[in-house]
T-cell receptor, first 113, second 112 residues
Framework: NAGVTQTPKFRILKIGQSMTLQCAQD?????MYWYRQDPGMGLKLIYY???????DKGEVPNGYNVSRSTTEDFPLRLELAAPSQTSVYFC????????????FGSGTQLSVL | KQEVTQIPAALSVPEGENLVLNCSFT??????LQWFRQDPGKGLTSLLL???SQREQTSGRLNASLDKSSGRSTLYIAASQPGDSATYLC???????????WGAGTKLIIKP
């Protein structure tokens, strides 16, 4: 059972480039989330999804886009990368939303130079 | 606005000691609170989830308590081991809201 899988693990982007962070889960979870973690800070929610075809903004959505075409996959798209998007990105999932433990991927460390 | 604070930011203790990690929150109207462990390069692992109606949860050597009226949660680790070394984060869920509010974490080092 792989759980939540994120790719890539590391990436360096130039300012203005775009990329997609991939996230897949094999636990048949309905809810999926994207967080970013800056050094010495707690996590901040970027986007979340409560099921295929449904997405919603979190606390810091600007500069990002998501889609949820299947239950398993929840990619995060960065358009026109900026240095402020340098961070560690975590994807997480849960079966239901409010009373369930979250399962996290191992993270993607992104640097925008 | 809900704010979550974890003090101290770092803690180093000898192996075998019992220890307490602290988590404070400013708004007592919470839905639940979770404690997570973060290992470098391995993401986060949920340790314990306490519902707002509960006072504590236990898993093995870990015990988490919740006191909503004082805005505090503690994570008690019994008989600490070097393998417990990690960063511990708490996160609070507001009422009927999918957003978790996170503390910055306490980095714990257990010295052999």
């Amino acid at each position: 059972n792989a759980g939540v899988t994120q790719t890539p693990k590391f990436r360096i982007l130039k300012i203005g480039q775009s990329m997609t962070l991939q996230c897949a889960q094999d636990m048949n979870h309905n809810y999926m989330y994207w967080y970013r973690q800056d050094p010495g800070m707690g996590l901040k929610l970027i986007y979340y999804s409560v099921g295929a075809g449904i997405t919603d903004k979190g606390e810091v959505p600007n500069g990002y886009n998501v889609s949820r075409s299947t239950t398993e996959d929840f990619p995060l798209r960065l358009e026109l990368a900026a240095p402020s998007q340098t961070s560690v990105y975590f994807c997480a999932s849960s079966y239901y939303g409010l009373n369930e433990k979250l399962f996290f991927g191992s993270g993607t460390q992104l640097s925008v130079l | 606005k809900q704010e979550v604070t974890q003090i101290p930011a770092a803690l180093s203790v000898p192996e075998g000691e019992n220890l307490v990690l602290n988590c404070s929150f400013t708004d007592s109207a919470i839905y639940n609170l979770q404690w997570f462990r973060q290992d470098p390069g391995k993401g986060l692992t949920s340790l314990l989830l306490i519902q707002s109606s509960q006072r504590e949860q236990t898993s093995g050597r870990l015990n988490a308590s919740l006191d909503k009226s004082s805005g505090r949660s503690t994570l008690y680790i019994a008989a600490s081991q070097p393998g417990d070394s990690a960063t511990y984060l708490c996160a609070v869920r507001r009422d009927s809201n999918y957003q978790l509010i996170w503390g910055a974490g306490t980095k714990l080092i257990i010295k052999p």
